[in-house]
T-cell receptor
Framework: GENVEQHPSTLSVQEGDSAVIKCTYS??????FPWYKQELGKRPQLIIDIRSNVGEKKDQRIAVTLNKTAKHFSLHITETQPEDSAVYFC??????????FGAGTRLTVKP | DVKVTQSSRYLVKRTGEKVFLECVQD?????MFWYRQDPGLGLRLIYFSYDVKMKEKGDIPEGYSVSREKKERFSLILESASTNQTSMYLCAIGGLLNTEAFFGQGTRLTVV
């Protein structure tokens, strides 16, 4: 099955700086790559996703890039704010309908 | 507003008990998933189902089984609970061919 690796496990940045989280996947059949944000005590929620037919997608301060050849994708958050502090999960999914997640990155944005 | 409801927020069970965790959705989604969440290990897939009476093993199915008799309900069963099954369990739903997954609020299970 699919194996998703995520780095770093923890990330601390100053408010206003950028944050980058990277993931790799193993199954070349994976074609959907969502990112979820989980605030303390809450359920994970989708913040952005990308499909294998595009290389980059942006939504305000967040963007995701995908390199299918290298089998890796990244989340970029610019102008970070304290409310961006959370655990972020990447995931990969194929047409088999399974969805595998990375181990998560705890992002802390210091004011 | 999407509703994915897990039957309990907190559960405490004894070693050896049979435990049922229920998940109900109101979105008519085909896919339903059970994950367990542990610090440093992320969300690990236990089982998923893409249709009524269909089930597929995830990465850590040992010690668990599932049941999907109706489209809206997906149950996770711990046949004989053990202390290493103490964890947060999250149910999720999704549409066919990869769409956003919606999560339940989670069940924190403690096995003593």
């Amino acid at each position: 099955g699919e194996n998703v690796e995520q780095h770093p496990s923890t990330l601390s940045v100053q408010e206003g700086d950028s944050a980058v989280i990277k993931c790799t996947y193993s199954d070349s059949a994976s074609n959907y790559f969502p990112w979820y944000k989980q605030e303390l005590g809450k359920r994970p929620q989708l913040i952005i996703d990308i499909r294998s037919n595009v290389g980059e997608k942006k939504d305000q301060r967040i963007a995701v890039t995908l390199n299918k050849t290298a089998k890796h994708f990244s989340l970029h958050i610019t102008e970070t704010q304290p409310e961006d502090s959370a655990v972020y999960f990447c995931a990969a999914s194929s047409n088999n309908n399974d969805m595998r997640f990375g181990a998560g990155t705890r992002l802390t944005v210091k004011p | 507003d999407v509703k994915v409801t897990q039957s309990s927020r907190y559960l405490v069970k004894r070693t050896g008990e049979k435990v049922f965790l229920e998940c109900v959705q109101d979105m008519d989604h085909e896919n339903m998933f059970w994950y367990r969440q542990d610090p440093g290990l992320g969300l690990r897939l236990i089982y998923f189902s893409y249709d009524v009476k269909m089930k597929e093993k995830g990465d850590i199915p040992e010690g668990y089984s599932v049941s999907r008799e109706k489209k809206e309900r997906f149950s996770l069963i711990l046949e004989s609970a053990s202390t290493n099954q103490t964890s947060m369990y999250l149910c999720a739903i999704g549409g066919l061919l990869n769409t956003e997954a919606f999560f339940g609020q989670g069940t924190r299970l403690t096995v003593v």
